[in-house]
């Protein structure tokens, strides 16, 4: 098992930042690939990147490409999303994502996703 909670969600203006931080424990995090989805009203979940387990590749969603960045810490069995120049439409419910497969985050999908965090907010005023 894994257990991942999420931190760092808020209210902000427009064109400003955010670094959300995932927290793991359970199983060995360095094992998993990790990623962030989100969720607006709504709306279906949907990815925003990911980071390999192996040599912390990434992929990302293509808006997000330029403004968001996700990065990992083993030592620590942390991934953060850096959020920068943030858009109303980044408005939603962002969570943690890990799957042990290396590739999934070139493939994602919610279904592939073995474990989930509970997810926090994240909101964009104009």
């Known amino acids: 098992q894994v257990q991942l909670v999420e931190s760092g969600g808020g209210l902000v203006q427009a064109g400003g930042s955010l670094r959300l931080s995932c927290a793991a424990s359970?199983?060995?995090?360095?094992?998993?690939?990790m990623g962030w989805f989100r969720q607006a009203p709504g709306k279906e979940r949907d990815f925003v990147a990911g980071i390999r387990w192996s040599d912390s590749n990434t992929n990302y969603a293509d808006s997000v490409k330029g403004r968001f960045t996700i990065s990992r810490d083993n030592a620590k069995n942390t991934v953060y999303l850096q959020m920068n120049s943030l858009k109303p439409e980044d408005t939603a419910v962002y969570y943690c994502?890990?799957?042990?497969?290396?590739?999934?985050?070139?493939?994602?999908?919610?279904?592939?996703?073995?474990?989930w965090g509970e997810g926090t907010l994240v909101t964009v005023s104009s």
């Open positions: 359970g199983r060995t995090f360095s094992s998993y690939s």
């Open positions: 994502a890990a799957n042990p497969r290396l590739n999934w985050i070139y493939t994602p999908s919610t279904a592939v996703i073995n474990y």
